[in-house]
């Protein structure tokens, strides 16, 4: 099966301007998750969706930080305005399911760097 | 591609020797436990999970055990090989709440 994909790969940008992210869940994978993981660090939770609902955004810096997930299956997470803390490999993952029989699968990240 | 983890804690080997990594997990409370492997420019990949409900589990290569008394989770790689070079992480979730934690991770070197 096809993995988790995401866009772009790399991205650099001046602090304060704004930046998406793309992701492409494996099909038919009703759970989705964005995770930040900066330079030495464990990935971090941002938000999670199951289909098109949030089921968790409590670690969202909801003042610059949004995510969609439209018709239940790609999402988008955009930041507006960037800061240099935010730094960091954005990891999307997705889940058959919210139980525990369902390990998440990962893309390959989008790096990004502000400057 | 850049490492993942420049200072991470670092375990060195001998190809052909048994790893050893260990974690310390957070939460009492949790049902779940998944240990991932994260090579350079990449996501990380599932290597095993195992239940709170069992003390060990076997995979090709792979043993994972759980210590819930102390809190700890060990990951053990028979036979060391090159392609084994990666940062581990492991990984903890309550089955409430499905939030799935990641520890600090362990960058391992097989020396060749």
């Known amino acids: 099966e096809a993995g988790v994909a995401q866009s772009p790969r790399y991205k650099i940008i001046e602090k304060r301007q704004s930046v998406a992210f793309w992701c492409n869940p494996i099909?038919?994978?009703?759970?989705l998750y964005w995770y930040q993981q900066i330079l030495g660090q464990g990935p971090k939770l941002l938000i999670q969706?199951?289909?098109?609902?949030?089921?968790?955004d409590s670690q969202l810096p909801k003042d610059r930080f949004s995510a969609e997930r439209l018709k239940g299956v790609d999402s988008t997470l955009k930041i507006q305005p960037a800061k240099l803390e935010d730094s960091a490999v954005y990891l999307c993952?997705?889940?058959?399911?919210?139980?525990?029989?369902?390990?998440?699968?990962f893309g390959n990240g989008t790096r990004l760097t502000v400057t | 591609g850049e490492s993942v983890g420049l200072h991470l804690p670092t375990l060195s080997v001998q190809e052909g020797d048994n790893s050893i990594i260990n974690c310390a997990y957070s939460n009492s409370a949790s049902d779940y436990f998944i240990w991932y492997k994260q090579e350079s420019g990449k996501g990380p990949q599932f290597i095993i999970d195992i239940r709170s409900n069992m003390d060990k589990r076997q995979g090709q290569r792979v043993t994972v055990l759980l210590n819930k008394t102390v809190k700890h989770l060990s990951l053990q790689i028979a036979a060391t090989q090159p392609g084994d070079s990666a940062v581990y992480f492991c990984?903890?979730?309550?089955?409430?709440?499905?939030?799935?934690?990641f520890g600090s991770g362990t960058r391992l070197l097989v020396r060749p």
């Open positions: 993952a997705s889940s058959r399911s919210t139980t525990s029989n369902s390990p998440l699968h």
């Open positions: 990984a903890e979730l309550m089955d409430s709440s499905y939030k799935l934690i």
């Open positions: 099909s038919g994978h009703a759970t």
């Open positions: 969706f199951q289909n098109n609902g949030v089921v968790d």
